[in-house]
């Protein structure tokens, strides 16, 4: 492994992305200054522990806190390369991106940087949003050169690196997936990769620009979410004509050329759920495709709430003597998917939420990943899963605890297949 160029890095925003990487680097024996605006994060991760559930990242943010390769603080400081891994939510109600944290960041280090300095951009960003950087930092600091003016021979080289790793795997598919950098010049590029090899084993290929950078990881998801799109699709299809679903798409994918995904309750997490969009806004005319398995998969949503409803009018009129208030109500699963403790834009936490304002009787929460249940929830029950009586149980996320369990007592309504799959036979 070549020899590390960087003696210090500042890393900004230490969330899902934020604080693996500054772990990562400070475990190369680098100097690590994290910038985040909670003082509660701050304070946890200088405690040498973590504000996120992602296996290993506990065990590595103790031992390099510990010896002194990384620390957190709410203002940033000078450092050589700084790495902008902040949110990028919506703004309104038409999914149009929202560039107010890279600002903001941009912004606050712009009166540290010096000569020299590298400014990545990592967060998950619309086409264009590097370059927009690139100019609020140059507008916040006049007496700089940036590449957007100087081309090769700027003050400040920009880049943009968007992280590619799966929730539950962070730590390893840090090292080991391929990155793609995008500067904005091809001396940009260079610096950038050299920062990253200090402990990537896969390949830091150089995209054309940083544009064609921000749109590979844009399309990258949103394949996946159009992929997706097509099993809840056939989902709805079966429903209407009374098949199962896994039985149709495990003979469709004995076909060598066909690996249909798995349907859902929807699609969640800050990236497939989210990234679609940001193309979606750029090119609203042409994106048709795109648009519309966004619209699929989030009217997912709506349809298993109708399913659970139909499944308590069904139970009523079962037992004529009872009321929706007697009915028990349990959901299995609020994180995005299995066996993560992350609710960002989960399809199951929104299904949770509605129905715990419609249906006036008990609701149980199975959840193994989380220790409390999040704000919209406090008048439900929390369960471990053991001995649940209910009327209605909705699955919504597969964890492995719940793969592990009989069918339970009662209607049933099952997104991922857990309990209503049809078993194959061949002969």
Not at 42 to 53: F, K, P, Q, S, Y
Not at 211 to 226: G, P, Q, Y
Not at 252 to 259: D, F, G, K, S
Not at 373 to 393: F, Q, T, Y
């Amino acid at each position: 492994m070549p020899e590390l160029q960087f003696k210090r890095i500042s890393v900004i925003g230490l969330g899902y992305i934020g604080l693996p990487t500054a772990a990562m680097f400070a475990s190369r024996k680098v100097e690590v200054v994290g910038v985040d605006v909670s003082q509660n994060t701050v304070d946890t991760i200088n405690r040498g522990e973590t504000h996120i559930a992602e296996p290993d990242l506990d065990i590595v943010v103790r031992a390099v806190v510990r010896e002194g390769y990384l620390r957190a603080t709410t203002v940033p400081e000078p450092a050589e390369a700084f790495l902008i891994a902040v949110p990028t939510p919506f703004k309104g109600n038409n999914h149009d991106p929202d560039l107010g944290f890279i600002e903001m960041a941009a912004r606050a280090i712009a009166p540290v940087l010096e000569p020299g300095n590298l400014v990545i951009l990592e967060s998950t960003s619309p086409v264009g949003a590097t370059e927009a950087m690139a100019d609020w930092l140059a507008e916040a600091r006049p007496d700089l050169s940036f590449p957007q003016t100087a081309k090769e021979g700027s003050d400040i080289r920009v880049a943009h690196c968007p992280e590619r790793v799966l929730p539950g795997k962070v730590m390893q598919e840090l090292i080991t997936n391929d990155r793609v950098i995008g500067g904005m010049t091809l001396a940009c590029s260079v610096r950038a990769a050299a920062l990253y090899r200090a402990f990537v084993t896969g390949e830091c290929v150089i995209a054309s620009s940083p544009r064609v950078a921000e749109m590979t990881k844009l399309t990258e998801n949103s394949f996946r979410d159009v992929n997706i799109a097509f099993a809840n699709e056939l989902s709805l299809i079966c429903d209407k004509l009374e098949m199962d679903v896994w039985e149709l798409i495990s003979l469709a994918n004995r076909h060598p050329r066909v690996n249909i995904l798995q349907p859902g309750p929807g699609v969640g997490g800050h990236c497939i759920a989210v990234d679609p969009w940001f193309i979606v806004s750029s090119a609203p005319e042409q994106a048709q495709l795109i648009r519309t398995a966004r619209e699929v998969n989030d009217g997912k949503v709506n349809w298993v709430i109708g399913k659970v409803h139909a499944e308590i009018g069904a139970y009523l009129s079962a037992n004529p003597a009872k009321t929706a208030t007697d009915v028990t109500l349990a959901i299995y699963g609020l994180a995005f998917k299995p066996d993560i403790d992350d609710l960002r834009e989960s399809p199951a936490l929104a299904i949770a939420l509605n129905l715990a304002t419609q249906h006036p009787g008990p609701l149980l929460i199975v959840e193994p990943n989380i220790e409390r249940l999040p704000h919209g929830l406090e008048n439900a029950l929390m369960s471990d899963g053991s001995n649940i009586s209910a009327d209605v149980h909705v699955m919504l996320v597969d964890h492995q605890s719940f793969r592990k369990t009989a069918s339970p007592s009662g209607r049933l309504v099952d997104t991922r297949g857990v309990w209503s799959r049809t078993v194959e036979v061949s002969i």
